[in-house]
Every structure is written in structure tokens, then in C-alpha cells.
Antibody, heavy 117, light 114 residues
């Protein structure tokens, strides 16, 4: 059974940093691209970043480019999202998800990030 | 970027009703080489993470009940629930994977109890 477990969320002040992790199990992690998707309180889904199976290619939405870094450790079956220079508008639940030809076919339970002073 | 527009934003339904919801894309999601529409539907129940329901516009994910029917092509798509059950109350999102990045979602349709 595919399992994705996010961790590392919390309350952080504007301008500070936070690093999310997504521990994967139940599948061959190194064969799959991965995504981070976020959902602001009471809002819809917003794609944030993606990474290829090898980690050689990464993609970001414009609003996080230069501030967020997606990475992976295939030996540890873990996906990361380093979030720097956080803003109030980054407040959201962050989900990791597996990629299957562009479709997000398995999702974690989410990690809550609140950016506030 | 491809913009995805869902209507209605919310819909009140009774158990057993047939329900339809719409998703429109700002450009065609039909890839002529393979005749596939690069459109997926997700279901998000209250307090839960989203779950993939349908991909290629009409292919149900394994384990999804056959009352969920995806249809449409090009820029206009529909998710139909043939007979709504209480456990189907959720927010439904469409998502395009024709042209990325960015992957883009619609704003969602919330099914509520009448």
C-alpha cells in the first residue's frame, strides 16, 4: 500500500524558513516523479513544485521560484520542500503526491504551515 | 497557463439524485496524436486529502465506484454521479496535465446535502 507521510509543518514568522519532509513507502520511490501541492484555508488546490524521479529536473510555480527548493533522497525514499523567505500568503496545508504521467495519483495527509508574526 | 473553470461552485443534492458538474479549460486538452484528453478529477472529503477519481477524462481509478462518470473532450468536461450517496458529499476538483508547468486545478465544486 502506498503511503506518504508529511512532517515538518508549524508556525513560523514571516521571512523565516521551514523544511517539509514526505516519507514514502509501499512503492519504488525512485521510479516516480513527485509533487508538492498546497491548499490555503478554505481555498482550492494549488500546485507548488515538482521533481523528476532522479531529481535532475525541478519545476516551481512563479510565486515560489527563488524561495522554495524541492529535493529528494531516493536512498531514504523521502521528498523535501525547503521554504525560505516565507510570506503570509504561503499559509496552507502542504500535500506531497506521486506523479503518474502528470496525474497526482496518491496523496499524503498534509502538513500545516502557518506564517504569522 | 491553462485556466480551469468549474461550475457550479456549490450544489445542494439529495441522496439518490443524479448530479452533474462542469469543468472548462482555456485551451484544448485533447492531444491529437493519441486522442486522449489530459484531464483528471479529484474528490476531497471534509478533513481529508484529495483522492484521484478519474484520469484521461473518463478512466476511473481502481476502486472508484461506477456511479462516477467522466465525460467530455477538448475544452468542456463533465463529472456525473449517477446516484449520489451520502459518502459522496465532498469538493470535486478538475486538473489539467496537458501543458505543464504549471499543473492547474479548477476552483472546485462542493456537493452539499439538500
Amino acid at each position: 500500500e502506498v503511503q506518504l507521510v508529511e512532517s515538518g509543518g508549524g508556525l513560523v514568522q514571516p521571512g523565516r524558513s521551514l523544511k517539509l519532509s514526505c516519507a514514502a513507502s509501499g512503492f519504488t520511490f525512485s521510479n516516480y516523479g513527485m509533487h508538492w501541492i498546497r491548499q490555503a484555508p478554505t481555498k482550492g488546490l494549488e500546485w507548488v513544485a515538482s521533481i523528476s524521479p532522479s531529481g535532475g529536473s525541478t519545476y516551481y510555480r512563479d510565486s515560489v521560484k527563488g524561495r522554495f527548493t524541492i529535493s529528494r533522497d531516493n536512498a531514504k525514499s523521502t521528498l523535501y520542500l525547503q521554504m525560505d523567505s516565507l510570506r503570509s500568503e504561503d499559509t496552507a496545508t502542504y500535500y506531497c503526491a506521486t506523479d503518474q504521467f502528470g496525474v497526482m495519483d496518491a496523496w499524503g495527509q498534509g502538513a500545516s504551515v502557518t506564517v504569522s508574526s | 497557463d491553462i485556466v480551469m473553470t468549474q461550475t457550479p461552485s456549490s450544489q445542494a443534492v439529495s441522496a439518490g439524485e443524479k448530479v452533474t458538474m462542469s469543468c472548462k479549460s482555456s485551451q484544448s486538452l485533447l492531444y491529437n496524436e493519441n486522442k486522449k484528453n489530459y484531464l483528471a478529477w479529484y474528490q476531497q472529503k471534509p478533513g481529508q486529502s484529495p483522492k484521484l477519481l478519474i484520469y484521461w477524462a473518463s478512466t476511473r481509478e481502481s476502486g472508484v465506484p461506477d456511479r462516477f462518470i467522466g465525460s467530455g473532450s477538448g475544452t468542456d468536461f463533465t463529472l456525473t454521479i449517477s446516484s449520489v450517496q451520502a459518502e459522496d458529499l465532498a469538493v470535486y476538483y478538475c486538473q489539467q496535465y496537458y501543458n505543464f508547468p504549471p499543473w492547474t486545478f479548477g476552483g472546485g465544486t462542493k456537493l452539499e446535502l439538500k
